[in-house]
C-alpha cells in the first residue's frame, strides 16, 4: 500500500465519520416494533428492543451459592455488579446447557437475562404483534403477547414482568406505588 493510498483511505473514513454526526437520529414510528428473536432452552422467543439496554456474548459469569436454580450468578457491567438469570430457567423449562447471551434489561436495579442462542434482530409491522398477556403453565406471567413470523410464531417475553419474578425469587416484597 503506497503512502497516497493510507492517505486517501485515511481520508474517506474521516468524511464518513463526521457524515455519520450530520445524518438525523434513528426515528422509531408507532408502525413498527423492534425485537431480538432469541432462544431460552429450545424455545423460540422474542424480546422487545426498547427493554434491553445491551446484549452481550460469552461474558463470564461468576457462580454463586444459592437454591434459586434460575440464578446463574453475577457479572460486571461499567463498574456495576449484576445478577444474572437464565431465562429458560425463569420460564420453568429445563436448562439444556449454560446459556452464551446476556441480555442487560433496561430498568433499576440492573438485570441481566441469559439466553442460549441469538437468532436475529425484528423490525416488524405493530400489526404482526398480538398484545395480551400469554399467562400458561411454566411461563409465570413472563410473557406478554405474541408476534406472528414467516418461521412461526414466537411469544414475547415481558421484561418487566420477568424483573417482578426476579423480586419475587430473592424474596424482595412489592415496593408501594406511591414510592415508585
Not at 434489561?105 to 398477556?133: M, N, Q, S
Not at 419475587?168 to 408501594?176: I, K, M
Request: hydrophobic share 40%.
Amino acid at each position: 500500500m503506497t503512502r497516497a493510498t493510507v492517505a486517501e483511505r485515511v481520508a474517506r473514513l474521516r468524511d464518513d465519520f463526521d457524515r455519520s454526526f450530520a445524518d438525523p437520529a434513528r426515528v422509531f414510528d408507532d408502525e413498527n416494533i423492534e425485537l431480538l428473536a432469541v432462544r431460552a432452552g429450545e424455545r423460540p422467543y422474542a424480546i422487545r428492543l426498547d427493554q434491553s439496554s445491551g446484549v452481550h456474548p460469552d461474558r463470564p459469569v461468576t457462580a454463586l451459592p444459592t437454591t434459586v436454580r434460575a440464578l446463574l450468578g453475577v457479572a460486571g457491567y461499567a463498574g456495576t455488579v449484576v445478577p444474572v438469570y437464565d431465562l429458560a430457567g425463569l420460564l420453568g423449562h429445563p436448562v439444556p446447557q449454560r446459556p452464551r447471551w446476556l441480555l442487560l434489561t433496561t430498568g433499576a436495579p440492573p438485570l441481566a437475562l441469559a439466553f442460549h442462542e441469538l437468532d436475529r434482530h425484528l423490525r416488524v409491522p405493530a400489526a404482526d404483534v398480538i398484545d395480551g398477556t400469554a399467562d400458561g403453565a411454566g411461563q409465570r406471567g413472563c410473557l406478554r403477547g405474541m408476534v406472528r413470523l414467516a418461521d412461526g410464531d414466537r411469544p414475547i417475553v415481558d421484561v418487566p414482568a420477568a424483573r417482578e419474578l426476579v423480586h419475587q425469587l430473592a424474596g424482595h416484597r412489592p415496593v408501594p406505588e406511591e414510592i415508585r
